[in-house]
């Protein structure tokens, strides 16, 4: 299985706020990793580093063996990442399908709008409807369809399932198991383990700006007690 994405000592600021303190990890084509931790542990912090949208950053961030530390977000975008924020970013004035019709092409192979409608049925329904108008759930679904547009293969999403109705939050697990089977390499900042757990096929546990442990989604029963400790969950 070739690496889609590789972390050494990732190091990140903002302003002088030492946030990441060599954060190592990896991800491999095609694989559904989530990264867990508390608030303040670092887990958005390397979400927004790997993008570059953090101040200061030092170490290794290679995507598919390129070298990205360096480069500005929009380049580190083509090399084929796509970023849901946990604010969404959509543009509230424009209509669902306005907001689809706007992301850049960064590869080839990004969905088509019918495609997206596929498998968002609830975007079909409200395509013509004011970003403003649209449900927390829609406005999620959208977030994430956003970035499928894009040809991206390597998805970011940030707390995806925060503060949505589980029907919502069924949809989108449904989501990412599909968008996994479709060959898509997902990194996901999850604090609702319960959205989280069955999903992933790694788990990597943040404290302190770095990354203390790692386990296997077979290795999960055996972790809930300690999981449990660290996270509350």
Known sequence: MSRFLEVRDLHAWYGESHVLHGVDFHV??????TLLGRNGAGRTSTLRAIMGLTGARR????????????????RVARLGIG???EERGIFSSLSAEENLLLPPTLATGGMSVEQIYAMFPN???????QGTRL???EQQMLAVAR??????RLLLLDEISEGL???IVHKLAEMVVALRKQGYTIVMVEQNFRFAAPLADRFLVMEHGQVTQEFTQAELPARRERLHEILGV
């Open 123 to 129: 975007l079909r329904e409200r395509a013509s409807s």
């Open 83 to 85: 970023y849901c924020p």
């Open 147 to 152: 970035i499928l547009r894009t040809g991206a």
């Open 165 to 167: 109705a589980p029907v």
């Open 135 to 137: 449900s927390g759930g």
């Open 28 to 33: 491999d084509e095609g694989e559904v990793v």
């Open 59 to 74: 170490g290794s961030v290679k995507v598919r063996g390129t070298e990205a530390i360096a480069m500005a977000t929009h």
